[in-house]
Nanobody, 116 residues
Framework: VQLVESGGGLVQAGGSLRLSCAAS????????MAWYRQAPGKERELVAGITSGGTTKYADSVKGRLTISRDNAKNTVYLQMNSLKAEDTAVYYCNIDYMYGRRVNWGQGTRVTVSS
């Protein structure tokens, strides 16, 4: 099993980024996937999830600004991040949504830094 996140970087407040996560070693289309983030000194938290059928959910702190999507043909889940805030600064990871299944080994994550 391998999860490879990409797309992070340094962006000014109000800017946008699109994160990608390529998965291998799992039956991707059958799994609910999620994006998690871990800010410095804080626990990892789920910020967005998408079921195998495409139903999405978001943490209150990101609703209206982040959009999760998936491409089952490419075994890839995306996170479009708009109107970024300094408090979005974190390392972002994808994994199976823990509400629907057992998570697999974490990837290396992708770092997002938002300057205010």
């Amino acid at each position: 099993v391998q999860l490879v996140e990409s797309g992070g970087g340094l962006v000014q407040a109000g800017g946008s980024l699109r994160l990608s996560c390529a998965a291998s070693g799992i039956i991707f289309s059958r799994n609910a996937m999620a994006w998690y983030r871990q800010a410095p000194g804080k626990e990892r938290e789920l910020v967005a999830g998408i079921t195998s059928g495409g139903t999405t959910k978001y943490a209150d702190s990101v609703k209206g600004r982040l959009t999760i999507s998936r491409d089952n043909a490419k075994n890839t889940v995306y996170l479009q991040m708009n109107s970024l805030k300094a408090e979005d600064t974190a390392v972002y990871y994808c994994n199976i949504d823990y509400m629907y299944g057992r998570r697999v080994n974490w990837g290396q994550g992708t770092r997002v830094t938002v300057s205010s």
